[in-house]
C-alpha cells in the first residue's frame, strides 16, 4: 500500500483568518477533546514552525479484532487476533499549511481520512468561529442601542463567506483525478483571451486580458460521459487556471484545481511510513518523520507552496 502526499489550496474569507481557526483548533486539542462522530482527533501546531501550520488527523477504529493470513502445512489459515483493552486500530494523516499563501500537503492512503474528510473537519470549526463572531458582534451591535433583528443583519455582513479548498491536480492526470468522482457539476475556466459570445460584448475585446467562463452539468450526466469532453476542452483551450466542481463518494463538495504541479508530491510505502512513526507521541507529532517529509517536499517545491496561486 502506497503513502501519498497530495497539494491543495485553502481559501478564506477576509473577514475570518486561516490562524483564527487554526488556533483554535490547537486549543482544544491541547484540550483532549474529541471533534469527530466518526472517532478521528484533529491536532494543530501554529507555534513550531514560523512558516507552516503542522496537523495531524487521527481516526481511532472500535474493532478489537484483526484478522491474519498464516501459512501452514502447504496451506493458508486465517488466524484472528485480538488487541488488548487499552488498544485501538488507527489510521494516520499528517498535513501542514504555509501561513501565507494556504497552499497544503496532505499524507494519504486508502481507507484513511480523506483530504476531504480532512478539510472537512476544519471547516467545521471555521463555521463554528464564524457564528461566535456573528453572535459577539451583534450584541456590540445591540449595547449600542440597534435592534436586534438590524443587530444580527449587520454582523452576518460584516463575517460573510466561506471555507473553500481546492485539490491541486495536474491537467495531464485529471481524467484519472475526476473517475473518483461520484457526480460532477460544472467546469470553470479562466480564457487568456475573451471572444464575445455576443456583439454586445465586442466593445471590450479590446480592453480584457481574461474571460471566465463556467458550464453546469445536468445531475442525470455521468463522470463517465463527462469525462472525455472536458479533458478535451481543457487541452484545447488557452486557459491558464480552471476548476472541476463535483461530489465524491462520501457525498461531500469537492473542487478541483487544475496547476501545472505534480497530481501528487511524493509516495512511500505504507511499511516505511510506520515503522518511522513507531511509538509517537501524538502531542509530540509536530516533530515526527512524516511532518518534517512534508516539509521538505515543500521547500523542494517552493514556487508552488509559498506563492498565492489565482
Known amino acids: 500500500m502506497l503513502i501519498r502526499f497530495l497539494g491543495f489550496l485553502i481559501e478564506m474569507p477576509k473577514s475570518i483568518a486561516l490562524n483564527e481557526v487554526m488556533t483554535m483548533l490547537e486549543e482544544r486539542a491541547a484540550n483532549h477533546k474529541n471533534f469527530d462522530n466518526a472517532s478521528r482527533l484533529l491536532f494543530v501546531d501554529t507555534q513550531s514552525d514560523s512558516e507552516y501550520y503542522l496537523g495531524l488527523i487521527v481516526t481511532v477504529r472500535n474493532q478489537k479484532t484483526f484478522c491474519e493470513l498464516k501459512e501452514a502445512n502447504n496451506s493458508f489459515k486465517v488466524q484472528v487476533n485480538r488487541l488488548d483493552h487499552n488498544s485501538n486500530i488507527m489510521e494516520f494523516n499528517f498535513f501542514i499549511i504555509n501561513k501565507k499563501s ?10 484513511s481520512c480523506s483530504i476531504a474528510q480532512g478539510m472537512n473537519l476544519i471547516k467545521k470549526h471555521f463555521n463554528e468561529l464564524k457564528t461566535q463572531k456573528r453572535n459577539k458582534k451583534r450584541d456590540e451591535l445591540i449595547n449600542s442601542g440597534k435592534k436586534e433583528s438590524r443587530a444580527q443583519k449587520e454582523a452576518n455582513k460584516h463575517f460573510k463567506g466561506y471555507f473553500e479548498w481546492q485539490l491541486l491536480v495536474r491537467k495531464d492526470k485529471l481524467a484519472s483525478v475526476l473517475s473518483e468522482l461520484a457526480q460532477i457539476k460544472a467546469l470553470e475556466l479562466d480564457l487568456l483571451y475573451l471572444e464575445p459570445d455576443s456583439k454586445e460584448f465586442g466593445q471590450l475585446s479590446g480592453f480584457v486580458k481574461k474571460q471566465r ?73 509536530m516533530n515526527s518523520w512524516v511532518i518534517q517529509s512534508l516539509r521538505n517536499v515543500c521547500e523542494k517545491h517552493k514556487a508552488i507552496f509559498k506563492a498565492k496561486i489565482k
Open 102 to 111: 494556504c497552499v497544503g500537503l496532505y499524507q494519504y492512503y486508502h481507507q
Open 213 to 285: 467562463r463556467k458550464f453546469s452539468f445536468e445531475k442525470k450526466f455521468s463522470p463517465s460521459i463527462l469525462i472525455g469532453p472536458i479533458v478535451s476542452a481543457i487541452n484545447k483551450s488557452k486557459t491558464d487556471s480552471g476548476r472541476v466542481f463535483g461530489v465524491d463518494e462520501d457525498g461531500l463538495d469537492r473542487v478541483i484545481k487544475i496547476q501545472n504541479n505534480p497530481d501528487f508530491f511524493d509516495e512511500y510505502d505504507y511499511d516505511e511510513v510506520a515503522t518511522n512513526i513507531n511509538n509517537l507521541d501524538v502531542t509530540d507529532f
